[in-house]
Structures are given as structure tokens and as C-alpha cells.
């Protein structure tokens, strides 16, 4: 069932656990996610960066596919499909595409351009019934082409976005996308804690999350973490269970390069990877 966000963060927000966003690439990410959301009874978020949005031909391309497989695999869980750190530009590419959430991340512009294309984009997802997330603070390392240091966030800035009417925040507590290095210094639970303080009832996003220690998770959830994005860890579960499936010659043995053959251990890979993060989220059963 293809929704916006708002109303499975709220709940999320008010059971103190979180919903996972998975980013998808192509079909077999897009189906192992599905697959495991509708096993354990979770609401989902589909991730589309966009490079991958590029990557796979386009938003609408994006949008057919995922509701194409909603259908098809008779998927009666909550599904939100939500455009990750889009540009303004690329947000409303996603509006006209038929996405169902937006993230703007204006985290690189001064507060105040921040603020004032939030505002802009609250009017036109609210004419849409899309929800809208919004990102003040940096997060840590690269994201197409984006690059953070990983800055705190402004506590007083995230009010100022929350306000403006967004569905969801994004900021930065020492988060990181791709791998955690070993200097890492953890997540800034005093940051997190200042600005739900600020925020009220607003649900809060924790992006990078893999990674992160199970305690630190929940510790996040508890402190008002209602969404928590999950990509690099499938990618790097795909990428080791197609390297053993190679290395160990069965892409030689009868039709095992058939491409159905070769990804599948991959795929599986994901589903494990899922299932585990929305287990320790918190979100089975939720739907």
C-alpha cells in the first residue's frame, strides 16, 4: 500500500520505536525489501538517492516499478517511496514523477535559504498529500556528490525548520554515511536530546545508520529517532554474498550466470540485512 510517511513516523514517534528507510538501486533490492516488510508486518520506506533515481532511468520509471511490484506481490504493508537528500530541483522532479515523500536537504545553504525553500516545498507536498522531511546540520561523509563533515546541528536551527510545517527532520548528531571510521566518537546524544526538547512531537531521522551500535540505536529511539536509513550495509551484504557465490564457481556450474542465479544470493543477503535492522528497530508487527 503505497503511502506518505506522516502517519507511520507519527506512530512510530509514539511507540518509541523507529521505521526503517531502505534505499533501493534496482529491482532485486526493491523486491527483498518489499518481501521482508510485508514477512514481519513493517512499515517501510523506499529510499531513491538521486543518483540511483539516474540510475535507474528516471523518477517515473522508479514509480512504476515500485507500484507495479506493490501489485503484483500483493504488498499490504505501509510503503512510503522517498526521494533521499534531494535538491529542490530534484524534489519536484519527484512531485511530477508520483513519489509519495521527499526529503529537501538544504543542510549546505545558509539557514535562512534553507528555511526559506523548506517553506516553499511544505506548500506544494501539501497540495500533493506527500509528506516532507527536512535536514538542518551535516551529516558525515559523501551522498551523491554531497559532502558533509559531519557538523552538529543547531538546535535552535531545527526548531526554526520544524516549525515551517515539515512531516519529519533530519539532523546531524555526528552521523556518518558509508562506513564509521575507528576514530569515530559516537552519536551526540546531548545534541539529540537538546533539540527533541525543541521539537516536541516531531518525529527525528537518523541517517547513516549503518554501523551504529545496537545501544546507540536504541538509545536514538528513545530520545525521539523515529526513522533510521539503512543503505550501505545492503550493499555491502549483496556485494559479499555475489563475491562467495563467484568465488566459489557456481556462476560455472549449469546456468548459474543467468542473471536470476547470480543475484540471488545477493538478494537474499538484503532480506537478512532487513529483517535484522527492522528487528532491532523495532518496527515488526507495526504495520
Not at 117 to 131: C, F, N, Q, R, W
Amino acid at each position: 500500500m503505497l503511502v506518505n510517511a506522516s502517519e507511520m513516523l507519527k506512530k512510530a514517534k509514539a511507540g518509541h520505536y523507529a521505521v526503517g528507510q531502505f534505499n533501493i538501486n534496482n529491482l532485486e533490492w526493491t523486491k527483498a525489501i518489499l518481501l521482508t516488510a510485508q514477512e514481519l508486518n513493517s512499515p517501510v520506506i523506499l529510499g531513491v538517492s538521486e543518483g540511483a533515481g539516474k540510475y535507474m532511468t528516471g523518477y517515473k520509471t522508479v514509480v512504476g516499478m515500485v507500484k507495479g511490484m506493490l501489485e503484483e506481490l500483493n504488498i499490504t504493508v505501509p510503503v512510503a517511496l522517498h526521494l533521499d537528500h534531494g535538491s529542490y530541483e530534484g524534489c519536484l522532479k519527484c512531485v511530477e514523477a508520483g513519489f509519495t515523500s521527499i526529503m529537501f536537504d538544504g543542510s549546505h545553504y545558509p539557514i535562512e535559504e534553507n528555511v526559506e525553500k523548506t517553506k516553499e516545498l511544505v506548500k506544494i507536498v501539501a497540495e500533493h498529500g506527500m509528506s516532507l522531511e527536512a535536514e538542518v546540520g551535516s551529516i558525515g561523509g559523501e551522498e551523491d556528490g554531497v559532502v558533509g563533515m559531519g557538523e552538529c546541528a543547531d538546535p535552535k536551527e531545527c526548531k526554526m525548520v520544524a516549525d515551517l510545517g515539515i512531516d519529519f527532520l533530519a539532523a546531524g548528531i555526528g552521523n556518518i554515511h558509508g562506513k564509521y571510521p575507528a576514530n569515530w566518537k559516537g552519536l551526540s546524544f546531548e545534541t539529540l536530546d537538546a533539540i527533541q526538547k525543541l521539537t516536541g512531537d516531531m518525529p527525528l531521522v537518523l541517517h547513516g545508520g549503518t554501523g551504529i551500535p545496537a545501544d546507540m540505536i536504541k538509545k536514538a529511539i528513545d530520545l525521539g529517532v523515529s526513522k533510521i536509513n539503512v543503505n550501505t550495509e545492503c550493499q555491502l551484504a549483496f556485494a559479499a554474498a555475489t563475491r562467495k557465490y563467484i568465488e566459489e564457481g557456481k556462476d560455472e556450474q549449469g546456468k548459474g550466470f543467468d542473471p536470476r542465479k547470480l543475484l540471488a544470493p545477493g538478494t537474499e543477503a538484503i532480506k537478512a540485512t532487513v529483517k535484522e535492522k527492522m528487528e532491532l528497530f523495532g518496527s515488526v508487527n507495526k504495520a
